[in-house]
């Protein structure tokens, strides 16, 4: 059997920091629409433009954090960590998009944009749930929703995914009349990223194996009061 290829979790983690951000605003700029989980800050963000789309971006990933504490009934080191993980996400969003504000604006280029994008994001999840890390809070939830609930991953992401569609919909139609940030390219993300996500781990876990680099002293979780 060939021997696989050990990474350290570390290097995963700033990849998904860098690529998920960067795929995020290449689906934005695209004009296909946003992924299904940003849409929901993305729209807020249309809303509320004082307020950029990072920031929101921020904010909701804290919210999901705080529900998966709420339904686990714990207060886990990891979650905590994942916070600085999802403002540092935040931030390269903006970072993001002021370089893509210069890339071109053609049709053609717009296609490239949206399917280079979505790849980047799906891949992105894969390194993010193999990194033995904490990771941000958007790709933390399903994964921790799911072993919570013990469904399947791939089940779960698209129903999440879905829920966040329908959410950004309802949001858009209210308070702006139409509808923000969704096009056929979320409805497409919302059903591909699932399974595009297994497909990258089922490849990931053939030919490569993770540890930590840094390893911290293990430390009890603390119980949430009943």
């Not at 990072?54 to 916070?83: D, H, K, W």
């Not at 894969?126 to 933390?140: F, V």
């Not at 919909?169 to 990223?193: D, P």
């Amino acid at each position: 059997m060939k021997e696989k290829h050990r990474l350290p979790g570390e290097l995963l983690l700033l990849t998904v920091l860098i690529i998920n951000s960067m795929g995020v605003q290449l689906m934005t700029i695209s004009g296909f629409g946003i992924t299904a989980i940003s849409s929901v800050p993305y729209v807020f963000s249309r809303l509320f433009p004082a307020i950029s789309f990072g920031t929101f971006n921020y904010i909701f990933q804290t919210m999901l954090v705080i529900s998966l504490m709420a339904m686990s009934r714990r207060i886990s080191p990891g979650y905590i960590i994942s916070f600085a993980a999802g403002f540092i996400f935040g931030k390269m969003l903006d970072v993001h998009a002021l370089w893509m504000a210069y890339l071109p604006d053609l049709p053609v280029f717009r296609i490239l944009y949206f399917a280079i994008g979505m790849l980047s994001v799906s891949f992105g999840i894969c390194l993010a749930n193999k990194c033995l890390l904490p990771i941000i809070p958007t790709d933390m939830f399903p994964r921790d929703f799911s072993a919570i609930t013990k469904k399947s991953y791939k089940n779960v992401k698209t129903v999440f995914d879905i829920s966040c569609l329908a959410t950004t919909a309802i949001l858009s139609l209210v308070f702006a009349g139409s509808i923000l940030g969704i096009g056929i390219g979320t409805a497409l993300c919302s059903l591909l990223t699932g399974r595009l996500v297994s497909a990258f781990q089922d490849s990931f876990d053939r030919h490569f194996t993770v540890y930590r680099a840094v390893k911290l002293r293990p430390r009890g979780k603390k119980r949430l009061a009943c």
